[in-house]
């Protein structure tokens, strides 16, 4: 049984069927990857695997406990973060006044955005904040202004934020998406060391082949709202069904 586990899902939007009978498991401690032709239901999947949505069948859970309906601070909680499509920061504060503010909803289990200002004199959310931009190399960075960021230094500090709040889940949903070249090698080492450094397990959604076959152990491979293939990345990248999905060729059979 796997630390994420999904059942029988199905999802309609009207008289679309956005996924039909998907069944998930992602190991503890891997890199899983979702990937899928534009509208394979990649994101409706997502959506659901964060409580955002609730399937019209079968059931979604994480470590054994059902995430479906539930708040984002409660998936927060449960050791669930996500880092969304576009960087999901504080562009007005300085970025470590973003790092501080994960770092106290991890010890209080709440925050207020507004109070913000008065964490600068708590010595343990400045210490726990520092530590976190040291770790993600922006330490020199923790006067700026996070909105004058370049796209891959946003997502870096966004990743931090996630990573403060201890996770056992970190789910990514397109995390190079509109970077350059450089910013998008830049995340994917940074993502390389992150699982090699804490136990965590990853599951991402990418468009990006490069990122996925460098990241990934074990490839879902989604058409149509249901999973074509689920294979290791070696075996994924030749297979006639994954071309036929993607580019349309003939499988044969």
Do not use: W
């Amino acid at each position: 049984m796997g630390i994420l586990e999904v059942k029988n899902v199905g999802k309609r939007f009207g008289g679309l069927q956005a996924l039909g009978n998907v069944n998930l498991s992602v190991a503890e401690g891997t890199v899983h990857a979702i990937i899928g032709p534009n509208g394979a239901g990649k994101s409706t999947l997502l959506n659901c695997l964060v409580g955002k949505l609730i399937p019209d069948t079968g059931s979604v859970s994480f470590e054994g406990q059902s995430v479906l309906g539930r708040k984002p601070h409660e998936i927060n909680q449960m050791g669930i973060s996500r880092v969304f499509q576009t960087p999901e920061i504080f562009g007005d504060l300085t970025v470590m006044e973003n790092m501080m503010i994960p770092c106290l909803a991890k010890r209080d289990g709440a925050f207020a955005l507004h109070g913000y200002k008065s964490l600068l004199g708590d010595a343990e959310i400045v210490d726990r904040a520092e530590h976190m931009l040291e770790d993600m190399n922006m330490a020199d960075k923790r006067h700026m202004h996070a909105a004058s960021m370049s796209r891959g230094d946003k997502r870096r500090l966004e990743i931090g934020m996630c990573l403060a709040q201890e996770p056992r889940l970190l789910l990514l949903d397109e995390p190079t998406a509109g970077m350059a070249r450089a910013d998008t090698n830049n995340t994917i080492e940074l993502l390389q060391q992150i699982k090699e450094s804490r136990p965590i397990t990853i599951a991402i959604i990418e468009h990006d082949m490069h990122v996925v076959f460098s990241l990934s152990e074990r490839i879902t491979v989604l058409a149509q709202g249901t999973p074509l293939v689920e294979d290791t990345p070696d075996n994924i990248k030749g297979h006639p069904k994954v071309r036929e999905a993607y580019l349309g060729e003939s499988s044969g059979h």
